[in-house]
């Protein structure tokens, strides 16, 4: 028996007695409500202030900042989608009252009007969260990850390059001083010698000046003649080259040519998964209960050195400094446990090793021969070898990393090594045996290692796995942000925050 087919009534024509409100459409609780009222609570008005009187009229800051994290709330991040976006979607046309701004205006008011004011405005949203008792300042969790740049993978200018390629100008130079003796060698007046020191674009071309005017009145050898013509003509070129290179690089080793502010970084998601460097920066993030509470750029490699940078941000944005720190190995320096002793700050932060400590001690496995190992006597201020022999205190030295921190290290040597049946197993050296020691770090990582494997510790770095790395998981899977959209270390410094802030209000909005 077949049954008539009843469909529902479609009628494009339909006309409504009354218009259609945008507000009825948008679902009491939508993600877009609470980024609405969210930006209607914070304070915007150092942002309006920068706004100058006069003109046109302009487009309102607080919808446009409305727009742009729900954009990035919704993994739109070109300002050309988001002005699509902006006469299609229903979400979008009722947080922006129905403005359409062009993707210039979007993307003129991320670069530049959000370059400066930004950051405090995710720090009150933070603010209104701890408020709610949905985080707490108090209990940090510290990692790192490194984002491409919209940079060239391509162009690219490297410290080492450059320092070579001044090392062989001043090689140059003084094959061609040596040339300039090899012909004054019977005579009595040889013009003074040049300092090679000084290697820089007015220095070398004085240099090569005085080596023309030296061998003006001489028959010289061809070859000579035309490296003199190329040194005089490109040197000094190169050199004024490579001084505005070191300006940029500073104490980097690298940059983009597309990106100056960007470094070149080893990334874990190579796009032809052979370990590629790419222009990079890597964002130091703090969460809590998997919310981002601070974020900052660093422009190095690796994560050690941020950290100190890092919280004193933290403090300077919140006025309070938190109570624990968790983080992993990659900032468990003497420099990073001194800094967060100093302010009284509980590190629950693992050093190299300790994992490889753990298990070995599991194992029963243990390096007799290791200075760790040996024993130490404290009033005569020596150790003793695996066999008994004393090794005395022979000085002390002071060195400073590249961070400017001063390290003081205690040297002891052994008496006599000749001879011993365990010497190749114990050390490699022609010599006595030396053995170097930190006693301030060694002091650390004790104080380190007994936190770490408190009870408290042991929960700290459980959670650390799903807090901090989840939160970078969050953004590069779910949120499929791997690329910065704008370049300028000030501009991404926006873009990573209008993520963060994303992130914390898409992570709210599902928690209510």
């Not at 390629?165 to 007046?189: N, P």
């Not at 080596?211 to 004024?240: M, R």
Request: with cysteine.
């Amino acid at each position: 028996m077949n049954r008539k087919v009843v469909f529902k009534t479609y009628s494009q024509d339909q006309l409504s007695l009354l218009p259609p409100s945008y507000d009825d459409l948008v679902p009491k609780n939508h993600p877009v409500r609470i980024v609405n009222t969210i930006i209607d609570n914070v304070d915007i008005s150092k942002l309006e202030e920068s706004y100058k009187g006069g003109g046109t009229s302009s487009y309102h800051p607080r919808m446009l900042l409305k727009v742009l994290i729900y954009a990035y709330l919704r993994n739109l991040y070109s300002s050309r989608k988001i002005e699509q976006a902006l006469s299609e979607n229903i979400h979008f046309l009722w947080l922006s009252g129905q403005n359409k701004p062009d993707h210039n205006t979007i993307n003129d008011f991320r670069g530049k009007r959000l370059e400066k004011h930004f950051k405090p405005i995710f720090h009150q949203v933070v603010l209104l969260l701890v408020e709610q008792g949905v985080i707490s300042l108090k209990d940090i969790f510290v990692d790192g990850t490194k984002i491409e740049a919209n940079a060239n993978r391509y162009t690219f200018v490297w410290g080492k390059s450059i320092k070579t390629s001044k090392e062989r100008i001043k090689k140059q130079l003084e094959q061609l001083w040596s040339y300039v003796e090899k012909v004054y060698e019977d005579e009595q007046h040889i013009p003074n010698t040049p300092n090679f020191e000084a290697i820089d674009a007015k220095q070398v071309e004085a240099t090569i000046d005085k080596i023309n005017k030296a061998l003006q009145d001489k028959v010289i050898d061809k070859k000579v003649k035309q490296k003199l013509n190329y040194a005089k003509k490109n040197w000094p070129v190169n050199l004024a080259k490579y001084e505005k290179q070191e300006a940029i690089l500073k104490d980097r080793n690298s940059y983009s040519k597309t990106d100056n502010d960007a470094t070149f970084m080893r990334m874990k998601d190579d796009h032809m998964q052979n370990g590629q460097l790419k222009p990079a920066y890597n964002v130091q993030a703090s969460t809590n209960n998997q919310y981002l509470t601070n974020y900052t750029l660093a422009q190095t490699t690796a994560d050690t050195t941020t950290l100190k940078e890092h919280i004193n941000n933290h403090i300077e944005n919140y006025n309070e400094k938190p109570t624990t720190l968790t983080a992993d190995a990659g900032y468990g320096s003497e420099e990073n446990y001194t800094d967060l002793e100093a302010k009284d700050i509980t590190a629950f932060v693992k050093y190299n090793y300790f994992h490889k400590e753990q298990i070995d001690k599991k194992r029963g496995k243990t390096n007799p021969f290791h200075p760790n190992e040996l024993h130490y006597n404290k009033e005569k201020d020596c150790y003793y070898c695996p066999i008994g022999q004393q090794m005395n205190h022979i000085g002390a030295y002071k060195r400073t990393t590249k961070n400017g921190f001063t390290q003081e290290i205690h040297r002891y040597q052994a008496q006599n090594c000749k001879g011993c049946p365990h010497r190749s197993i114990c050390h490699k050296s022609k010599y006595n045996r030396i053995i170097e020691r930190n006693y301030n770090l060694i002091r650390l990582k004790s104080k380190a290692k007994q936190l770490l494997l408190s009870e408290q510790g042991i929960a700290k770095r459980k959670q650390r796995c799903w807090d901090v790395e989840a939160v970078f998981g969050n953004i590069k899977q779910n949120m499929n942000f791997k690329r910065f959209m704008l370049r300028g270390i000030n501009k991404v410094n926006v873009e990573i925050g209008l993520i963060a802030m994303a992130h914390n209000l898409k992570k709210y909005s599902l928690a209510i």
